[in-house]
């Protein structure tokens, strides 16, 4: 199982909506190296939802559901099935992952307009450092 970050502007769609829909596809996807990990996604492999703008900040789970597809407004690009997971026990904001120094490599700090990219474990073992993440997570 592996886990990608998928950026949204919570204005246009946040977490509260998906936990309120619980279901959604996840689209409007433009730039190629994002759409390429959409291609990577398989079912069950999670997501951490991260809301941008004024928030910057990793605010809950979701779970990949479907095998990527062509999205039907655009060939170019590739739409997953996610379903809302859980909210984190607290927002996660950009600045205190710059702080840490320790992901200066990841492209969330080095290319901050990808909207969705891969997750490196050694900051999955960093969140499951601060209990935002539970290994029970892992086994569902």
Do not use: C
Request: proline fraction near 8%; charge should be negative.
């Amino acid at each position: 199982m592996a886990y990608f970050l998928v950026k949204t502007e919570p204005a246009d769609y946040s977490l509260e909506d998906l936990a309120r829909e619980q279901r959604t596809v996840w689209d409007g996807v433009r730039n190629p190296q994002a759409v390429r990990f959409i291609a990577q996604m398989r079912p069950g492999d999670r997501l951490l939802i991260y809301h941008s703008g004024t928030q910057a900040a990793l605010v809950g789970l979701a779970r990949v559901v479907s095998w990527p597809r062509p999205d039907p407004a655009d060939s170019r690009s590739q739409v997953v099935e996610i379903e809302f997971v859980r909210p984190l026990a607290r927002p996660v904001s950009l600045r205190e992952i710059k702080e840490s120094q320790l992901f200066a490599d990841w492209s969330l700090v080095r290319q901050p307009r990808l909207s969705v990219m891969a997750v490196p474990e050694r900051f999955l073992r960093w969140l499951r450092g601060q209990g935002l993440l539970d290994p029970e997570e892992e086994e569902e």
